[in-house]
């Protein structure tokens, strides 16, 4: 009896098991581009004024819209229901935790089999490039950019004796050597700390100012040895020799009281930023200023919406995406969201580049923006750029936080990253 | 049992079954306390037995969620023993378990001894908020005490500038952050501890301690003669506890330091194991070395399991 009714609990174990893995088999993709359609979003992209914005478009439309949390949170989710779940018919991947997804591209439909091999003329180059698998399939099209300027406090510019004007700030600043001596003159003024930190402000500014990153354009790591990632990080370090440097680090809990108080005059302002310094320091409306970063141009952050292979109604999915990522839909979602567009056309059209904002003091951030990702140059990005990243941020970290001498910090950054990539 | 043992007597006396609907009902008798314990065995089986084992397997794999499964051998456990992140991670964990462990038993101990005065007035009022920190949720606490400790704007620092001292900053050193975390910790268990030793306290006579102040035994020696000897079963049963919690830590550092992700801290200052195994596992999606994580965990619970065991015992043997 114990034998059989073992077997028997077994038996079910076993069925259960065997249900959860089957469970998320396709069923036949529908034709219907009006079938509806489920679509997961991150939180903080917009993705109710989007799916308005269509719905507005297609009435005929139906998607059901899950904004299933931050963007870690919702690449989690994606991972963990393509191994063996439901998957979503449509879905937002942000571009640190693209290269996962890239890597293996047969999770996806191919996009061109649906758009067309001209299908990625009209984005910006690099940004469908890190959506592009080494097979050459486009796994997502790019429905924005994280555009980088740096955000200044004029009156506190104004207070240290520094010009206040973006295009005089600019200009002075417009080499990193000119950004450190900037800061060494403001904190002699003042005694107070210039930029927040060194590891989000300048060093992934300067990082992604390179022609080439942590790998080669035939996808062998580089890191240690490309003398570009070296310069950029000893920028870093350099500012933070200077002691202009806060060391606040970006959305730690000193972060954006930082903001509110004065504690340092400028941060890094990526688009999708913009309105996270509006709602952590309300009362200095009209004293912060949108200009461009030193060296050329630059991007942090950027996302692609993409069809998993497994949809059900792959169709449906794919009259969202090209219905909303045309040029005209990302300058209309622009102008509702402030979502920097990726498309060519859209960065250069007029309701970008005159856009400004009286809580930055009618700075040009449109023009801004739109010069920065048009400027920034294209490079490789493999399955390990964000642990390589994340590996030499963390001993400028260290270093800021104490723990670390400044001449040992770039070996310490080499360590990280060959632990994290074992 | 009595269900059982019925058909078995009547096999004793040698007599033939004569009704088959008799043998029915004894088959079921026989069968109904399985089927009772069934349903634990059954989700334990699926929940819990199955993962423990799977584990196991993924971790000889080099085991990508959404694409290669590749069979690598002990190639994941190799790359551990020689991973300093995983010796850091190992440190941080009995670290913070030291730290949080012993000052907390004590302090149990002695506010369970106040607790059990006789002339303590209200006392099922004050017995009651020690479990206050135990049912608020690990994220508030986290919140809380992350303020508390700010380098910026926190509580701590801004007493320290009453005092001229300059701002620590605490999530930045190793020592710093093991204290911060094990506040927190503390702050949790102590009120769950305390009613334990509390309760341990009531079933003492106190008979006993009259006649030990009949001879003449003062505060200190009855509490270390006679209190300290009574509470040996709960202690015990305190420290196993603790260690099996300890060496699980994981909402703590994860939540302490959210500018850091999963580090907690640019240089893993207090990343616990059971937080690097999330990292390996469920950050880079290396699902195979984070298999190989637990299992290194599961073999450290059952060492700190036997170790316990043994004390249990010695002192078993003692009495």
């Known amino acids: 009896m114990i034998v059989s009714s073992t077997a028997a609990v077994g038996a079910l174990a076993l069925g259960l098991l065997s249900g959860c893995g089957s469970s998320g088999g396709s069923s036949a993709p529908s034709g219907d581009p009006n079938a509806e359609f489920t679509f997961w979003s991150f939180t903080g992209i917009g993705a109710k004024d989007s799916v308005a914005e269509y719905l507005a478009k297609n009435p005929n439309a139906q998607v059901k819209l899950s904004e299933v949390g931050s963007t870690t949170e919702t690449a989690t989710a994606l991972t963990a229901a393509l191994a063996g779940g439901d998957v979503p018919d449509l879905v937002m991947i942000q571009g640190d935790d693209l290269p996962k997804f890239v890597e293996n591209p047969s999770n996806f439909v191919d996009l061109r089999t649906l758009g067309g091999n001209d299908l990625a003329s009209k984005y910006l180059d690099w940004a469908v490039g890190a959506a ?6 486009i796994i997502g099209v790019p429905t924005d950019v994280g555009g980088l300027g740096l955000a200044y406090r004029a009156d506190l510019f104004e207070a240290a004796g520094l010009p206040t004007d973006p295009a005089e700030v600019a200009k002075m600043w417009s080499t990193w050597d000119g950004f450190i001596a900037m800061g060494e003159e403001y904190t002699a003024a003042t005694g107070k700390p210039f930029v927040d930190n060194i590891e989000t402000t300048v ?4 990082v992604n100012q390179v022609t080439e990153k942590y790998y080669s354009p035939d996808g062998k790591l580089v890191y240690d040895t490309n003398p570009q990632v070296k310069d950029a990080f000893d920028v870093a370090v350099k500012t933070y020799e200077a002691g202009i440097s806060a060391n606040i680090a970006a959305w730690s809990s000193g972060w954006d009281p930082g903001k509110a108080n004065g504690t340092f005059a400028v941060t890094v302002a990526p688009s999708w930023i913009l309105s996270g310094i509006k709602n952590a320091a309300p009362d ?135 632990d994290a990539l074992g | 049992m009595s269900a059982t043992t019925t058909p078995v007597a009547t096999h004793r006396d040698g007599k033939p079954r004569k009704q088959p609907t008799q043998v029915r009902s004894s088959f079921l008798e026989r069968v109904a306390p399985y089927a009772y314990v069934a349903p634990f065995f059954i989700i334990f089986g699926i929940f819990g037995l199955f ?42 964990t009995f670290g913070i378990f030291v730290i949080s462990t012993i000052p907390q038993l004590l302090l149990a101990l002695g506010l369970a001894a106040l607790l059990n005065h006789a ?48 701002p620590i900053n605490f999530l930045a050193s190793r020592l710093g952050s093991w204290v911060e975390i094990s506040a927190m910790v503390m702050w949790r268990w102590f009120g769950y501890n305390t009613l334990l030793y509390l309760a341990g306290l009531q079933a003492i006579p106190r008979e006993i301690y009259e006649a030990a102040s009949v001879d003449g035994a003062n505060g200190w020696q009855q509490f270390t003669r006679l209190t300290i000897p009574s509470l040996r079963p709960v202690i015990i049963f305190t420290v196993v506890m603790s260690t099996i919690g300890g060496l699980q830590i994981f909402t703590e550092p994860l939540l302490v330091s959210p500018e850091s992700g999963l580090t907690c801290g640019a240089g893993r200052q207090c990343q616990t194991l059971a937080l690097f195994l999330y990292e390996q596992g469920f950050g880079q999606f290396d699902f195979g070395y984070g298999s190989a994580i637990g299992v290194a965990l599961f073999v450290i619970v059952v060492v700190a399991a036997l170790i316990n065991f043994f004390l249990t015992t010695r002192t078993r043997g003692a009495r």
């Open chain 1, 203 to 206: 060093f992934f500014s300067t």
């Open chain 2, 119 to 166: 002339r303590l007035r209200w006392a099922n009022f004050f017995r009651m908020s020690m479990l206050l920190p135990y049912i608020t949720s690990v994220a508030a606490t986290a919140l809380i005490f992350g303020q508390i400790f700010d380098r910026n704007f926190g509580l701590i620092n801004w007493i320290l500038g009453l005092l001229n001292v300059d």
């Open chain 2, 51 to 92: 993962p423990l084992v799977f584990t196991f397997f993924v971790a000889l794999f080099d085991w990508n969620p959404i694409g290669a499964h590749t069979f690598v051998g002990l190639a994941n456990f190799e790359r551990l023993l020689q991973d300093s992140r995983f010796w850091n991670a190992m440190g941080n």
């Open chain 1, 132 to 137: 592009t698998g080494t097979d050459g399939s």
């Open chain 1, 284 to 418: 200095t409306a009209g004293d912060w200023r949108i200009t461009t970063v030193p060296g050329v141009g630059g991007n942090w952050g950027g996302s692609v919406i993409a069809i998993p292979a497994r949809a059900a109604h792959p169709e449906a999915a794919w009259e969202y995406i090209k219905t909303m990522t045309s040029a005209d839909a990302q300058t209309e979602h622009f102008k509702r969201t402030g979502t920097l567009p990726a498309a060519k056309d859209s960065l250069t059209s007029d309701a970008v580049l005159s856009y400004t904002d009286d809580f930055f003091g009618d700075s040009p951030i449109g023009q801004v923006l739109s010069d920065s990702v048009l400027q920034f140059n294209s490079f490789y990005n493999g399955p390990d750029t964000s642990a390589i990243g994340a590996g030499l941020l963390n001993a400028l970290a260290d270093m800021q936080a104490g723990n670390v001498a400044p001449a040992e910090a770039w070996q310490t950054g080499l360590k990280n990253v060959k």
